[in-house]
């Protein structure tokens, strides 16, 4: 009795990789017939809509789960005041920082004077510092003078760093 051809697994030879020149064996490769019933095919195939994937509750889908407080100070303290060798943080001129839902970061800061010559540059500074932190999608910086800066706000890293002890 003679099998059918139509539903026979179809064979191709095939040379194994990296097996150069004529010399190497041939090997055979066989598939094997689909099992599952032929579909019907359909006028218009629009493809299926995905499900989003389940997120953890704490986990905002947009919110990296490395994106903290400790994350952004630390990029805060690369943000130096031109005229002091101290950066911004240690300086006590970061009033607020605080994590959004979606990864936005609000940041209230001052300066050491309102007169600043670095006025206009300083919040960028700070906003280019924390943008490329992962999860991040939003920085803004508030400049806020109230209440006014003083000496009492910087650190004790930074009064050794100014001799101010």
């Not at 059918?4 to 020149?21: D, H, I, L, Y």
């Not at 991040?136 to 650190?155: A, G, I, K, T």
Request: hydrophobic fraction near 40%; include cysteine; aromatic fraction near 4%.
């Amino acid at each position: 009795m003679a099998a059918s051809t139509k539903n026979a697994p179809k064979a191709k030879e095939a040379r194994p990789r990296g097996v150069a020149g004529s010399a190497a064996p041939r090997l055979k490769v066989v598939r094997a017939a689909s099992t599952k019933p032929a579909a019907k095919k359909q006028a218009s195939k629009k493809p299926a809509a995905k499900k989003p994937p389940k997120l953890s509750p704490k986990l905002s889908p947009k919110l990296s789960p490395k994106l903290s407080q400790a994350s952004i100070v630390k990029a805060l303290k690369t943000v130096y005041d031109p005229e002091i060798p101290v950066d911004v943080y240690e300086l006590g001129l970061i009033y607020r920082v605080e994590i959004k839902p979606q990864g936005k970061i609000e940041i209230d800061m001052t300066l050491t004077a309102p007169g600043c010559p670095v006025a206009e540059y300083m919040p960028i500074w700070v906003e280019e510092a924390v943008r490329p932190l992962p999860g991040v999608r939003d920085v803004q910086v508030q400049m806020v003078f109230e209440p006014p800066w003083d000496m009492s706000r910087m650190s004790e890293e930074a009064r050794v760093a100014l001799n101010m002890f």
